[in-house]
Structure formats: structure tokens, C-alpha cells
């Protein structure tokens, strides 16, 4: 979700230069990566409990900055603010209950309980909502059918550097990540149970009991408990010795991860986008994944799908991309010309016209009341 708004921000900054925004961040959080320009100011915020910020500072703070908007970016969003809001609602998961995904982290229950609690309650009061891609915005209208028409789906994109890299320029990656020198399936590894790492380490044993594991496997952002806490309740013996943990991965350096991939696996059980389906492609690897939830939407007919329920097709997709040749150049092909289907300047223009529609019915209803003509994202533009 941060890359997302982190995206969306760096184009606001050419792409808006009529209105003001100001930007709301914690002091310590320096992976925002964004200066301030005239249109674009930066507020930091004191390291307090997000959930404590949200609900009590920000609207504080929107008070303060006389915003006309307030974007929540984060599917959540104060319970009382005295503006119009829009938020971001990228996923619904937390509130389904035909979906089971029991475990995860402290972190990732306790977040869950939070938006279990928040979401209802604020998605009624926003201006308008959207959400990032057709198959999520089924889920929440199937689970809320009263919020139908306040919501507009917005693709995510990925990052401009997100290409495939020179081998020379890819050797600080190796050495920091302790890479192979030969290609290897990536994975991202997580607590989430919706990442489905288990299934996918078990479709690895399979082929690795038949004789047909024949390269590494990265596994990004799991500890090696975690990891030995899998293979141990699954009997996964001797897949140890294929896996290289590389726990956290820096966000720029995940392109010199893809480029050395032999082929990417995001066998997830459900995702809203799924953006590293595309940054992947964007890299130029073959990608591996689910054939549910929003995954055929983004990735169309660039990859190669499977099952996430069963480790068997899981094992197959992979038993294909490692001995059809022809197959995997296919994925490769088509993945590098479905990546260019999207782009972070069309998706925010779609979000600017958002802000500015919603201003601008604010403007409406002012009018009538003989109040002012005018609305200030920032610097004030008379409705029209």
C-alpha cells in the first residue's frame, strides 16, 4: 500500500500543479523517497501507534490544513473528520468469512481486528471509494452491496525501474542477498496464510522426491524458523538444502531479484492486484500463479496458472516453466507486453479527475447553502 501512494504522489507532483497536497507521514518512515516540490508539502508526525494517529490526530490535522479532501490511502480511515473523504479500499479480506486464513503475526491479527472494526464503519461516511482492480471491486460490492455506485477501480502499476537489468549491474544484490550465480525460482515468503508458502514448498518437495528439482530457490521476507516450522510439520526433508532465505528485500533492489529468476511463483490464495505479478513481467520472468481470485484479471493469458489449493498443480506449473522451453519464452513474451497495460500516469489521472469531481460537488452543495465558490486542495480554483 505504501509503494502505491508512494507512486501516485511522484506523479500528483507534475501531473497537478493546480491544487495543494499535503501529505501526511511518520518522522522515522525513510523510505518515502519524495521531496517536497511547490504543490506537494510534508507533514512528519511523531512515532505514535497508526490506529492512534488515524483516529485522533489526523483529524486534528485536517482541521488545521483546511482540507477540502482527505485521501486514506490505507483502507482505513478516521471515524469523525469534518471533510469529504476518499479511501483507498485495496481489500476486503478481513471482513469475508467464507475465506479461512487462520495464523499470520501478532502484527498482521491485531491489523486485522483494527480494520474488522474501522472499515464498516468509515466506508459509508467517504465521498468515494475505489478500489484496485474489477475482481476486488465484486468481493466488496458482494459483501457491501449498498456502497455499489461510490466505487471506481484505479490499476496499480509498477515502478519505473522495474526492468531487466544488466548481469554486471545485478552483482551488489548477489553478494548482499547471498545469491546462486545460476537462475533460480524466486518466491516471496510470508506469515500471511494467503501467500500460501506452505502449498508452494510442498509442490517443491514433490519434485524434489520424483528427481525433477533442479535449481535454488530465494525466498524473500520468511525467517528460518518460520521456514524449519514448515518443513518439519510437513515432512519436507532434504528441501532445506534447495532454499536461500534472504529474509527482508529492499524494494530497489527487487528488480535485480526478478532479473536473475529463472521464474517467479506467486501461487497466492487471494490477492486485490497482485502487483509483483507485474513488476516481475516487467523484469522479464516467467511468471507462475493462482487461477483465482484477481490474478487472471492482471495477468490475462501472460502466465502460467495453477491451483493454490493443491500442491500438485502447483508442482506442475513448475515442472513446466523448468522443462518446456518454448512454454516459458511464451510467458516471457507475453508477460513484458501485458506489464506495459499499465502505467502509474493514466491511474492518476483517473485519481486526480476523482478529487477534482469531488471538489467540485462540494462547490455544488456550497453554493446552494450561499457559501463560497471556492474549494482549497490548495490553491483555491474557481469551480466551473
Not at 483516529?55 to 482541521?63: D, E, K, R
Amino acid at each position: 500500500m505504501d509503494i502505491v501512494a508512494i507512486e501516485q504522489i511522484k506523479r500528483i507532483q507534475y501531473l497537478d500543479r493546480d491544487n495543494l497536497y499535503f501529505i501526511f507521514c511518520f518522522k522515522d518512515y525513510d523510505n518515502f523517497l519524495i521531496e517536497e516540490t511547490e504543490n506537494v508539502k510534508i507533514i512528519k508526525l511523531p512515532q505514535i501507534p497508526s490506529p492512534i494517529a488515524e483516529q485522533f490526530l489526523l483529524p486534528f490535522l485536517a482541521i488545521k490544513y483546511n482540507l477540502d479532501i482527505l485521501h486514506s490511502t490505507g483502507n482505513t480511515s478516521p471515524l469523525f473528520v469534518h471533510c469529504r473523504r476518499i479511501i483507498t479500499l485495496h481489500d476486503i479480506i478481513y471482513l469475508r468469512k467464507d475465506i479461512n486464513l487462520k495464523g499470520g503475526s501478532i502484527y498482521q491479527r491485531i491489523g486485522n481486528a483494527y480494520r474488522r472494526l474501522i472499515v464498516p464503519l468509515v466506508l459509508p461516511k467517504a465521498s468515494s471509494i475505489f478500489t484496485v482492480s474489477e475482481t476486488e471491486k465484486e468481493a466488496i460490492t458482494k459483501t457491501l452491496p449498498e456502497l455499489k455506485n461510490k466505487i471506481s477501480v484505479v490499476y496499480n502499476a509498477c515502478s519505473s525501474n522495474f526492468t531487466a537489468k544488466p548481469k554486471q549491474s545485478t552483482l551488489s544484490s548477489k553478494l548482499k542477498y547471498g545469491l546462486p550465480n545460476e537462475p533460480y525460482f524466486l518466491l516471496h515468503g510470508n506469515t500471511d496464510p494467503k501467500k500460501n508458502t506452505k502449498n508452494t514448498l510442498i509442490a517443491f518437495h514433490q519434485l524434489l522426491t520424483k528427481g525433477k528439482l533442479k535449481r535454488r530457490i530465494v525466498l524473500t521476507d520468511l525467517k528460518a524458523t518460520e521456514v524449519q516450522k514448515i518443513i518439519k510439520q510437513n515432512n519436507l526433508d532434504g528441501l532445506d538444502e534447495f532454499l536461500i532465505l534472504t529474509n527482508y528485500v529492499n524494494h530497489e533492489d527487487m528488480p535485480d531479484l526478478y532479473t536473475q529468476a529463472f521464474a517467479f511463483l506467486y501461487p497466492s490464495i487471494r490477492e486485490s492486484f497482485g502487483l509483483p505479478i507485474i513488476e516481475a513481467m516487467s523484469c522479464g520472468t516467467p511468471v507462475i500463479t493462482s487461477n483465482s481470485s484477481c490474478m487472471p484479471e492482471i495477468a490475462k493469458d501472460a502466465a502460467r496458472f495453477v491451483d493454490p489449493f493443491d500442491p500438485a498443480s502447483i508442482a506442475e506449473g513448475i515442472e513446466e516453466m523448468e522443462f518446456n522451453d518454448h512454454i516459458r519464452l511464451q510467458f516471457i513474451e507475453k508477460g513484458l507486453m501485458r506489464s506495459k497495460d499499465f502505467s502509474w500516469s493514466a491511474s492518476t489521472k483517473k485519481l486526480i479527475n476523482l478529487y477534482r469531481q469531488t471538489s467540485l460537488s462540494k462547490v455544488k452543495i456550497d453554493k446552494e447553502n450561499n457559501e463560497s465558490e471556492y474549494f482549497s486542495l490548495g490553491n483555491h480554483l474557481k469551480a466551473s
